[in-house]
């Protein structure tokens, strides 16, 4: 069975090391927060200037003045910091976070990104977006393996304007998780449970080395 | 060095058709309420908006997309506002998308004397277009350059009659940069100080940034995405 | 997240023959005291050291050069010291000097990912050799490279086991910059207290630019030139 | 008669404006704090991180976190503000600093200042000095008119190693009050009391200019 967004981000979650200082964008990534396991220290970044982002806040003690990138009311956590935006980036450009995780709506098996403009469609901007795909050393990105006309969106190159060059270290999709190689493209790390590594390769456009037994996620 | 005015009015006298405005802000948080209503109030239009986001249809920045008075927006987000989706597709208003954190920083370089920079942010991209590019450490880079503006309208906490700033939680956000790069710089606070009442010590943004400083009123503080959890 | 070592000792475990080190403080000002005596012990020499200044002859980084232990200082003033000079002169010191501003940004953003940026200072001067100027706002800039270190060793006044710090008035000068660029930070405080005790508005360097932290112990606090004025 | 130290941080005391941020250099410059005319609200940056510069400390009460760029212990004033190296020079590169007024070794007739460095002598470091003289929009020299030997400082060219180009505004010597212009060189704006044009002509080796009667200082 194909992941449902929870258990996508409940398989990222796994990826996390204690002590990292970690940003998770909007959308599936910001579900990671729900499933970090309990053994694990992390700190949450939130690019408009907060660490140690802490759960939303209960009904009546929501604070205007205090929220996340994705402008959702939040709390903070003892060890919560403020900052201004320079220095906040300043964090991410700097590499002091390690983990990055975002959504996308392509990825080249180069680890080239595209996740900010479709072209003659309203564009939005980019965000923190192209600081973080720029700067963080572990990106994984977060997505439907498939658009919603069933195409891959793990392409051979992005189709669409790219948010960042080279980047992605790793993704993680409804269908598996794939590590992006410079020499193999995407290497196929596991399967979601009871998907086949065939509809894997059906559903993937661009270069994609199996090698071996492909293991299932484990939750 | 008093520079205290006497309200949003006061605040933004001298500001023309055509000038080029900073407005912090992330969202809705901590943006300059007042002032942004005194620039509908004076009518000035042709302006040039440095400013995050842009706020929504009817609050924050989307009141001078109304009014028309905006000629040209330089912000990483825009999302939440169909007035500028419709003056951006019909190419009245012209945008500039920069990412966030270069937004920032060429802020804060245009305040701090820095004329130019290199970031990684947006190399092989549409940003890095037009645009000097250098590899250091073995990563491409492209050169940026600094932001100023004629006026810088800043919303704090609390400040003092010199013009020493704090600002509360995430509502500090872009204002310390954008502080630092006007040519003139307007403060407007909830809470307005005498000198010495703030700790020297915990002082987000120096008076010697700031030329204008007023006593906000009636903030409405919005929110734009109300989130909490049910208490147990 | 809990960063806390034992002592100064345990603090610098890993610094090595050649590396570079940041030291904060400006004079003998917020130097980190109980790291610098570590670094006496541990005997490790042929050192960069990037520190505004150089300490005196008895007290500071005058202890490490004392021991020869420093191969090269990046520094923007270092008077004050006989066995400074005497090294330098005869060539067993390398000595970079660089302008104060520059130094204190360069710092900034080898912590903040800015591999290069413009200046105008020392255009014109030998600080500019063999460096690439270049004309901004009708005035001439040069262009300066980041700074880094493997380890950056600042002293701040309170901090918690998070590493989240606070400073003291004019103590905190270079410190907030050397704790961003250092690969490994290691901060040395007067008060450590726990996670939450620290105002989360009112932190000078947020807790993720620091790997290690200590509470320090017997500071001396040197002041380099007592002034005084008459009581009336 | 020539002006002492003292008389001449009072006469650069007469060129503060209201509203002003002043960086004094040390030496002379240090001094003019002490003639600030009573009218006029300036206040003083310190470099090494102090908005607000106030008197020295009584005996007792100093404290060795909190001393200016001379390293002297100070204290500081209702709406002094600390803050750290980099934000300090934001200030004095990005123009915030409306007066700077420091001592040299020579000035040029073209506003070259050389203050930092004499070859085959120790060399201290500029410290601060080039970065306040290549972004202080107004540069005040305070020094002698001429050095021990009697030579003087205001030279075509600085034969010594410069500071920065072209930025000195006007200078404030034991002899006179000089303007630096990018056409005519020094101009002569006042003489000290009782000196003579003529000794200024001829302690001056740079290109000065002279027009009309020349005024005494004012004290």
């Known amino acids: 069975m194909a992941l449902n967004k929870q258990e996508i981000a409940q398989r990222i979650a796994q990826e996390l090391q204690t002590g990292w200082y970690v940003n998770l964008g909007i959308g599936i990534p910001t579900l990671v927060a729900n499933y970090i396991p309990k053994h694990i220290s992390v700190v949450l970044q939130s690019e408009n200037g907060l660490l140690g982002m802490g759960p939303f806040p209960f009904e009546g003690e929501e604070d205007a003045d205090l929220i996340n990138a994705g402008k959702q009311t939040i709390t903070t956590l003892p060890g919560s910091v ?6 906040s980036f300043a964090m991410i450009r700097g590499g002091h976070v390690q983990l990055t995780v975002l959504g996308a709506m392509e990825v080249a098996d180069n680890g080239d990104i595209a996740n900010w403009k479709i072209p003659d469609r309203m564009v939005k901007g980019m965000g923190g977006a192209m600081d973080l795909v720029a700067s963080a050393d572990n990106i994984i990105v977060a997505m439907q393996h498939t658009n919603k006309r069933g195409e891959s969106k793990l392409l051979p190159a992005c189709t669409l304007p790219i948010t960042g060059v ?3 270290k790793k993704i993680v999709t409804d269908l598996a998780t794939l590590e992006v190689t410079p020499k193999e493209g995407f290497r196929l790390l596991e399967r979601a449970p009871g998907v ?24 | 060095m008093n520079k205290v005015i006497a309200n949003a009015t006061e605040a933004v006298e001298g500001v023309k058709d055509g ?26 239009s042709g302006l040039t908006c440095i400013s995050n986001n842009a706020g929504v249809d009817d609050f924050g920045l989307g009141l001078l997309l109304q009014k ?18 419709r003056q951006m597709l019909s190419g009245e208003l012209e945008v500039d998308l920069i990412p966030q954190g270069s937004l920032a920083e060429r802020c804060r370089a245009g305040g701090a004397g820095i004329p130019a920079f290199y970031t990684p942010a947006g190399f092989g991209t549409e940003v890095a277009e037009g645009k000097e590019t250098r590899e250091y450490n073995g990563k491409m880079h492209i050169l940026e350059n600094a932001l100023t503006a004629d006026f810088a309208m800043v919303k704090a906490w ?11 939680a995430t509502a500090r956000n872009f204002n310390p940069m954008m502080a630092m790069a006007g040519k003139i710089t307007i403060a407007e606070v909830e809470e307005l100080v005498a000198p010495g009442e703030l700790d020297p010590n915990f002082i987000h943004t120096p008076g010697i940034f700031v030329q204008r400083i007023f006593k906000g009123t009636d903030y409405e503080k919005r929110i734009e995405q109300r989130t909490v959890r049910p208490r147990d």
């Not at chain 2, 000038?19 to 109030?41: D, K, S």
């Not at chain 2, 609390?158 to 509360?168: P, Q």
């Open chain 2, 19 to 44: 000038m080029t405005l900073m407005l912090g802000g992330f969202g809705l948080c901590g943006i300059p309420e007042n002032c942004i209503n005194a620039l509908v109030h004076l009518g000035v």
């Open chain 1, 166 to 168: 080279q980047c992605v």
């Open chain 1, 82 to 87: 403020f900052f201004d935006s320079a220095t």
């Open chain 2, 158 to 168: 609390k400040g003092d009659t010199d013009g020493n700033l704090v600002f509360k």
């Open chain 1, 196 to 219: 086949s590594v065939e509809e894997i390769v059906s559903k993937t456009a661009g270069r994609l080395t199996v090698k071996g037994d492909v293991p299932e996620m484990q939750f």
């Open chain 2, 68 to 85: 028309k008075q905006i000629r040209k927006m330089i912000s990483s987000y825009v999302g939440e506002n169909d007035e500028f989706e």
